[in-house]
């Protein structure tokens, strides 16, 4: 059971990204998702999460606005669509699963990450 992301590279100030993250061998409708990046030399930072029938989300001031998540259950996928990319978005952008249908616990599983770069 593993979590692989997608969607990463390359981009100028302003630009857009579509992340996206599956996780095939589980019952993926069950569990709460979020995106979570690290940019160089900084601590993780939560900036989004879903609970697991998508109804609720929630984002970090950081991305409010800009970056909006979003589920397909029938298709085992996680989205994470990013907009006016700002220079300070640059990081490795992970996808974890939390422990429960709601955001508010620990994470279970953590994909490999896909960077995200953005230029001026």
């Known amino acids: 059971v593993k979590l692989v992301e997608s969607g990463g590279g390359s981009v100028h100030a302003g630009g857009s990204l579509r992340l996206s993250c599956t996780g095939p061998?589980?019952?993926?409708?069950?569990?709460?998702m979020s995106w979570v990046r690290q940019a160089p030399g900084k601590e993780l930072e939560r900036i989004s999460s879903?609970?697991?029938?998508?109804?609720?989300?929630v984002y970090a001031d950081s991305v409010k606005g800009r970056f909006t998540i979003s589920r397909d259950n029938a298709k085992n996928m996680l989205y994470l669509q990013l907009t006016r990319l700002k220079t300070e978005d640059t990081a490795m952008y992970y996808c974890?699963?939390?422990?429960?249908?709601?955001?508010?616990?620990?994470?279970?599983?953590w994909g490999q990450g896909t960077q995200v770069t953005v230029s001026s």
């Open positions: 974890a699963r939390h422990n429960s249908g709601y955001y508010s616990g620990g994470y279970s599983l």
């Open positions: 061998g589980y019952t993926f409708s069950s569990y709460a």
């Open positions: 879903i609970t697991n029938g998508g109804v609720s989300t």
